[in-house]
């Protein structure tokens, strides 16, 4: 399994930037996938994921609203569109894959394999 994310950068406040991140080595059009995030001096933070094969995404409160998750399957590649930005967007950006699982009523999700991450940093 390899992720690559690319399309990070220097945006000012307000601005918009779309990170990509290529997969390979496993059949991305089945698989589910998340963006996390960490700011500087903090932990990791969810951020969205996306189940592409029955079509479900979910946004962290903090990003609902102003970031859009999607796949390209014929790219095997994941993006997080990202507009509206804010300060407390500064953080190196992670994808990685995840695996859905049900215990009773409960269902929750582990992380796989991610990616080196991408720098994005909010500032004027």
């Known amino acids: 399994v390899q992720l690559v994310e690319s399309g990070g950068g220097l945006v000012q406040p307000g601005g918009s930037l779309r990170l990509s991140c290529a997969a390979s080595g496993f059949t991305f059009s089945s698989s589910a996938m998340s963006w996390v995030r960490q700011a500087p001096g903090k932990g990791l933070e969810w951020v969205s994921s996306i189940y592409s094969y029955i079509s479900n995404t979910y946004y962290a409160d903090s990003v609902k609203g102003r970031f859009t998750i999607s796949t390209d399957n014929a790219k095997n590649t994941l993006y997080l569109q990202m507009n509206s930005l804010k300060s407390e967007d500064t953080a190196v950006y992670y994808c990685?894959?995840?695996?859905?699982?049900?215990?009773?009523?409960?269902?929750?999700?582990?992380?796989?394999?991610w990616g080196q991450g991408t720098q994005v940093t909010v500032s004027s």
């Open positions: 990685a894959t995840i695996f859905p699982y049900c215990s009773g009523y409960v269902c929750s999700a582990y992380f796989g394999s």
